[in-house]
């Protein structure tokens, strides 16, 4: 009798629900869910503390602000009125419900190569989640830029709708990877260099980028400045847990792997990094840099006092913890933004269950003047093997400013 | 024994100061848990501020200059280093007695102010601030009275034989000033000018840390403790840095 009744409220919860769900429909839900975390959504549109999807965190570009609209399933203020087929258009042209044009904040650009079933499947998860009213005016540009019919112009200029289109001479894991970075991860979103117009440029593709305060650094195989020197275990660990030999993820990077990369599957990280791995390096800089003595002593002597502590005498940095310096790409980027930036403010390891030390760096602004921030930075990326070009003053004082405006 | 203690702990007394600390560790404010990542913010940082010497904060230009001939007594220049007046301790002292240390704002001040015995310390009511400023106005007038001089005009060997009498105990200061007490609060203010950070105003150029061989404001010796019988080879830094890496302007 106790199991009838429990079966026949089990039965009027699921009518009063709704539809029994098909064993199919869950499926696709689940590689849905997958997909969300394969693009990343909650990145841009989760609020720290808000409910998922219903909108995020003011979004700094170079042209002004945007904010991630709410995309749970609202009938009023999120997308509960968008059909399958709205949703398909805003991920591959870029034009949502309505006609309504997207700014490329909204990485369409590396969306449109996603294939159609794989946006289906995210579809089909977006519809299940929670509907929050949360009106969200994503619109903060400045005029003319907050004109949406604006975008008809900068897609005709920087935007070619396109398949992802598979390399046949390469395997099926090298693929696999490829269309995870270009299309769903969208790394060059942050990877890329971008023209005035803040569109990819493809020629640099992944070579490093500015954004928000941080420089998203070389991801391609350059041995000094990018993922030369990483194995693919490296390069899987780092995303798995946000800390390698190598490296520790902070910044913007710290939020995709702690949204993203941490909770994709070994498989598709294995992918990503041959991928990855198998871009070549851009060959242009390779004259060592020879920087000014002096600068290199006395950069040397406030590395002793203030560095050496965690990163060690000869930068060898403490296993997962401290960061080695030698050898390290981040130390070797052509634009010295987060280095500059790591120094003054400090930075906090990335939190995932695989690595839940989170070691953080103090802030030295209090301490070490633009010009010394700038000797002693000179001094990492010329000593134990790096061989980067001297930092200026300038350069530190630019970043002090952002940080202390 | 018992007569030793100024405040008998009795049964009642014991019973209520368990349960006070009962009821202080079990109330559910005294502990929070935390999960993800630990507190951090950018930018974060709260140094100390830089003393820098010139003009008295809290000593009258007599006291001034009593304090700066006491301590270039008790650590007078010789070959081993600059006297206590050059390395900043009055400096040093006159920062420290404007701050929380002079008014004892950290401290617990309310009574009972009971007769201490020698290893418990100062247990008057007086804080720093109030015991310099008798204790320094009772050494003038004394010497005053007794020489007709301040104890800046005094020759160095009177100098040491009326500290040494203070320390002693064996001078009668007016207005109720222990000499040996206030003695010790200047030796050991003086102790710490000299050998605390120079940030605090005293041991000017890490002159007490050049001269004892001591590193400073370092915390890693990973790269040195296996290198035994080996000399040190990094020199002091102090908590603003050293002259060698210190660069002016912004």
């Known amino acids: 009798m106790k ?11 699921a009518l009063t629900v709704g539809p029994a769900m098909s064993a199919d429909q869950a499926d696709q839900i689940m590689r849905g869910q997958y997909q969300a975390v394969l693009g990343d959504c909650a990145g841009c549109h989760n609020q720290p503390g808000g409910k998922p999807l219903a909108g995020g965190l003011p979004l700094e570009t170079p042209f002004g602000t945007l904010v991630a609209p709410n995309i749970t399933p609202d009938r009023t203020t999120g997308i509960g009125n968008w059909t399958e087929t709205d949703f398909h258009n805003a991920m591959k042209t870029g034009i949502g419900h309505n006609g309504v044009r997207l700014y490329p904040a909204m990485p369409y650009p590396a969306y449109t190569r996603m294939n159609d079933r794989d946006i289906s499947d995210l579809w089909a998860y977006l519809t299940t989640v929670e509907p929050v009213s949360n009106k969200v005016e994503a619109n903060r540009l400045p005029f003319p830029l907050n004109i949406r019919l604006a975008m008809l112009g900068w897609n005709a200029l920087n935007f070619t709708e396109e398949a992802f289109k598979p390399d046949p001479a390469k395997s099926a894991e090298w693929n696999r990877g490829a269309y995870i970075v270009q299309g769903p991860g969208h790394c060059g ?3 890329t260099p971008k023209s005035f117009l803040g569109a990819d440029k493809d020629s640099g593709f992944l070579q490093g980028a500015s954004l928000q305060g941080w420089f998203a650094p070389d991801i391609t195989g350059n041995a000094q400045s990018g993922l030369g020197k990483w194995s693919e275990g490296d390069l899987v660990r780092y995303l798995k847990t946000g800390v390698n030999a190598h490296s520790i993820a902070s910044g913007p990077m710290a939020e995709a792997v702690e949204n993203s990369t941490s909770k994709m599957t070994d498989p598709d990280l294995k992918a ?17 840099a020879k920087p000014d003595e002096a ?14 502590a965690c990163h060690g005498g000869d930068g060898d940095g403490a296993g997962e913890l401290f960061p080695a310096l030698a050898g390290n790409s981040i130390v070797a980027q052509g634009n010295t933004e987060t280095l500059a930036r790591v120094v003054l403010a400090g930075s906090q390891a990335v939190h995932t269950t695989h690595a839940p030390t989170t070691p953080a760096m103090p802030s030295l602004a209090w301490r070490l003047k633009d010009q010394e921030i700038a000797d002693v930075l000179t001094y990492v990326r010329g000593s134990w093997g790096n061989n980067a070009p001297a930092v200026s003053s300038g350069d530190v004082a630019a970043v002090r400013k952002q940080l202390l405006p | 024994m018992s007569h030793r203690y100024p405040v008998r702990m009795n049964r009642r007394l014991f019973l209520s100061s368990v349960a006070m600390l009962t009821v202080t560790a079990t109330s559910p404010s005294f502990a929070r848990s935390l999960s993800g990542s630990l507190p951090w913010a950018p930018m974060a940082s709260d140094p100390p501020m830089q003393v820098l010497p010139g003009g008295w904060q809290f000593f009258t230009p007599q006291e001034a200059a ?3 001939a006491i301590v270039d007594r008790i650590i007078p220049a010789d070959d081993l280093s600059i006297g206590g007046k050059e390395a900043g301790c009055a400096v040093y002292i006159d920062r420290q007695l404007t701050g929380a240390f002079g008014t004892s704002s950290r401290l617990y001040t309310q009574g009972p102010f009971l007769p201490a015995l020698p ?12 015991r310099y400023r008798t204790g320094l106005a009772a050494i003038d007038s004394f010497l005053k009275q007794r020489d007709g001089k ?9 100098q040491d034989a009326f500290l040494t009498a203070m320390e002693a105990g064996k001078v009668e200061l007016p207005n109720g000033v222990k000499s040996s007490g206030f003695f010790g609060l200047l030796l050991q203010n003086t102790m710490e000018g000299f050998f605390a950070d120079p940030v605090y105003g005293g041991n000017k150029d890490m002159v007490s840390w050049r001269m004892l061989g001591f590193p400073g404001a370092r915390y890693d010796y990973r790269d040195h403790v296996s290198k035994h019988n080996q000399p040190y080879p990094q020199p002091p830094v102090s908590i603003e840095g050293r002259p060698e890496w210190l660069r002016k302007g912004a």
């Open chain 2, 119 to 130: 290893t418990q310390g100062y247990q008057g009511e007086a804080n720093p601030a109030q």
């Open chain 2, 150 to 158: 301040s104890f800046a005009e005094l020759q160095p060997t009177e």
């Open chain 1, 189 to 191: 979103t942050c990877h």
């Open chain 2, 66 to 68: 009593l304090v700066e």
């Open chain 1, 272 to 288: 990503v990094a041959v991928y990855l791995k198998s871009l070549s390096p851009d060959p242009g800089n390779t004259q060592p």
């Open chain 1, 295 to 308: 600068r290199m002593a006395t950069g040397e002597a406030i590395y002793r006092d203030n560095c050496s």
């Open chain 1, 3 to 13: 199991k009838f009744v429990f079966t026949m409220v089990i039965g009027a919860t």
